[in-house]
């Protein structure tokens, strides 16, 4: 958890100088020959033993909160200073501060969001990108000194003061300032001053522990549709739906789907329903594992090389009686025997299509 808040503060803008109140109290011999990384972990296992965390973060004089609720496995965030971007009716891209309300289903890794001074109000729910690989692996090589300086009194609570020093692989430099409540081990605040290429940052994070539960509310599940360019990841085939269409999708990345591959007529989306009516552009290309295909009823267009060096696809089925376009090379460098299913109306038609866009298999209709 340690390496993973220096990573999500680094993404911080430049900031200034966050002042820390507090008074010094006298320590014991005992608080003094407590080794200060042993009082890290035993703060880190009690902060992951909480079942919710709320985390005021502050940035530059602008904070946002963060709560996560290990029961219902939602985490809730306030932004009331989030940097966006809009383009006016002149057609110039402008930077505004909103207010942002976000919660993260973690069972279903879906994203909620809305801005609640847009007018008329707009709910959205998408999944969100993974970490960068090479974020994680930088984490995991960083070194780190600890040092024990006294006990303070910070926001009233009598704390260990802890200091750290880290230094990662990418030569970022964090220095952390931890105060750790003496009598109950909680997390009361981390302060990082961060350092890269010659710029340094500064953020604070003040922990509390609530006993209300976060749940997404009724009226945000109800309302909240896939935006333009927004994805979800189902049985290993990713869906996304086209700018300007409202609730259809297209299939947007099936390399890693299994040897037999179903798109449904539609798919459902926090309860809507959205249909599937495009494979895009090389959506399945060299997929070493798919042999058989079966397409829903929405399909409308099969885009280029969409299933391009799919070496082991031998069978294709087509329930669809709509599509009208199918792109150059879609099926080609497949098995030498392809063998394509489609409605009887439509057998003429599809074949001409796949003909045209070029394979290099034995075509059976």
Do not use: W
Request: hydrophobic share 25%.
């Amino acid at each position: 958890m340690k390496k993973f808040l220096i990573i999500c503060v680094l993404t911080a803008t430049m900031l200034t100088g966050i002042e820390v109140q507090a008074t010094e109290a006298p320590s014991t011999d005992a608080q003094t020959q407590e080794d200060a990384n042993e009082i890290i972990k035993k703060s880190e296992a009690v902060l992951n033993s909480k079942k919710i965390v709320r985390v005021v973060t502050e940035a530059d004089g602008k904070p946002y909160t963060t709560t996560t609720d290990t029961d219902t496995q939602i985490t809730y965030r306030h932004n009331p200073n989030y940097y966006t971007i809009s383009v006016g009716s002149d057609g110039l891209r402008r930077t505004c501060i909103v207010t942002l309300e976000q919660y993260y289903d973690m069972k279903n890794n879906l994203m909620y969001y809305y801005y609640p001074e847009e007018k008329p109000k707009t709910y959205y729910v998408y999944e969100p990108s993974k970490s960068n690989s090479n974020t994680s692996s930088n984490a995991d090589n960083s070194s780190s000194t600890t040092s024990y300086k006294d006990t303070t009194v910070y926001s009233g609570v009598l704390c260990y003061q802890i200091e750290e020093d880290i230094k990662t692989s990418s030569n970022t430099k964090a220095h952390i300032v931890h105060y750790i409540n003496t009598s109950t081990y909680e997390p009361v605040s981390k302060t990082y001053t961060l350092t890269y290429k010659k710029q340094t940052s500064i953020v604070t994070e003040k922990y509390s522990y609530p006993n209300t539960h976060v749940t997404i509310p009724k009226n945000i599940l109800k309302k909240a549709v896939l935006p333009s360019n927004g994805s979800v990841t189902i049985n290993g085939i990713k869906y996304t739906a086209p700018s300007g269409e409202k609730r259809c999708v297209k299939v947007n990345n099936g390399k890693r789907a299994t040897s037999t591959v179903t798109i449904p007529d539609k798919i459902t989306v926090a309860g809507k329903k959205y249909k599937v009516t495009e494979i895009a552009d090389k959506a399945f290309e060299k997929n070493k594992k798919l042999k058989k295909i079966t397409l829903g009823k929405n399909i409308k267009t099969i885009g280029k090389q969409a299933f391009n060096k799919c070496k082991k696809l031998n069978r294709v089925i087509i329930r669809s009686t709509s599509i009208k376009k199918i792109g150059k090379k879609a099926f080609y460098g497949n098995a030498k025997k392809l063998k394509v299913q489609a409605p009887k109306s439509k057998l003429s038609k599809y074949r001409k299509l796949i003909k045209n866009a070029k394979t290099s298999s034995k075509l059976k209709m």
